[in-house]
């Protein structure tokens, strides 16, 4: 296949965006188009048709209607995300996509050409070196709060310097956020198991990773290049050992970032979409 692969993104920027490069890179050549359930797919294929692209990949397996992905021409698709909304919203009667008519009518697994089910890759241009930790290290947390979230994160708030930036961040706003802090904390909204949609965004930008276990850890060790907690008191002690010693985890964080360059979006993405491309 000569040239760069040309790739429509389907998603909502706030959870998916920083997946995404927002200018060519080798061997990609990708757009986005913002989308959420819900929301009509005419935007999504006038997008199709202008861009012409050999592939479209959709975040979230039932964002689009069945009938749409059908209707696109080039092979399509679903990247698996567990949606990241505000408690309670996804499950609000009055809204269209809680109800059965509506939910019939959504794509499912069979309708894509394949379902990928793996962490999101992170954008090129938000890599960065691994920063050293300064004398009062700052945590950042990115993404919608819950009850679970807000027990597991009090303690720290109240104990050291940590930022939780509830919505969504995405482009040049995201980059700046991230260029804040030293520390990144990864928490489950709710109980069970999972990897989290910023995990390898944390590792790309240089912030030493603290996170609940990963399920599963997409090749990531705990103690190697990120640092595991199971409850609150874990991450106040955590918290509280880097800013008495910034240099503890230095390897441990050199060590995420390396880590985070099997998720480069120029990486993966010819990797795993260029064999569905007709040559």
Do not use: C
Not at 60 to 75: N, Y
Not at 208 to 225: K, N, Q, V
Not at 263 to 274: I, K, M
């Amino acid at each position: 296949m000569s040239g760069p692969l040309r790739v429509a993104f389907v998603g909502r920027a706030s959870e998916v965006g920083h997946a995404v490069p927002a200018s060519p890179v080798d061997g990609l050549q990708a757009s986005f188009i913002e989308h959420r359930a819900g929301f009509m797919p005419s935007r999504v294929l006038a997008h199709i048709a202008e861009h012409a692209p050999q592939v479209v990949v959709v975040f979230g397996v039932a964002s689009l209607p069945a009938a749409t992905v059908r209707a696109i021409d080039v092979p399509v698709l679903a990247w698996d995300v567990a949606p990241d909304t505000p408690p309670g919203f996804g499950h609000h009667p009055e809204l269209p996509f809680s109800s059965s008519a509506y939910t019939a009518g959504q794509a499912s697994r069979d309708d894509y050409a394949r379902v990928i089910d793996r962490p999101l890759p992170v954008a090129d241009e938000l890599f960065a070196p691994p920063r050293r930790a300064a004398s009062v290290p700052r945590a950042l947390v990115i993404g919608h709060s819950s009850e679970r979230v807000e027990r597991m994160l009090v303690d720290s708030k109240h104990r050291h310097e940590l930022l939780h930036v509830a919505s969504g961040l995405s482009g040049e706003t995201l980059r700046a956020t991230l260029a804040t802090g030293e520390v990144a904390i990864n928490v489950r909204d709710e109980e069970g198991r999972g990897f989290g949609l910023r995990v390898a965004l944390y590792l790309a930008a240089g912030l030493l990773l603290i996170s609940e276990r990963l399920h599963p850890p997409a090749g990531l060790r705990a103690g190697t290049d990120h640092l595991e907690i199971r409850t609150s008191a874990d991450l106040v002690a955590l918290l509280g050992r880097v800013r008495a010693d910034p240099d503890e985890f230095t390897a441990v964080r050199e060590a995420g970032r390396r880590a985070a360059e099997a998720f480069r979006a120029s990486r993966v993405y010819p990797q795993l979409l260029a064999p569905l491309v007709t040559r």
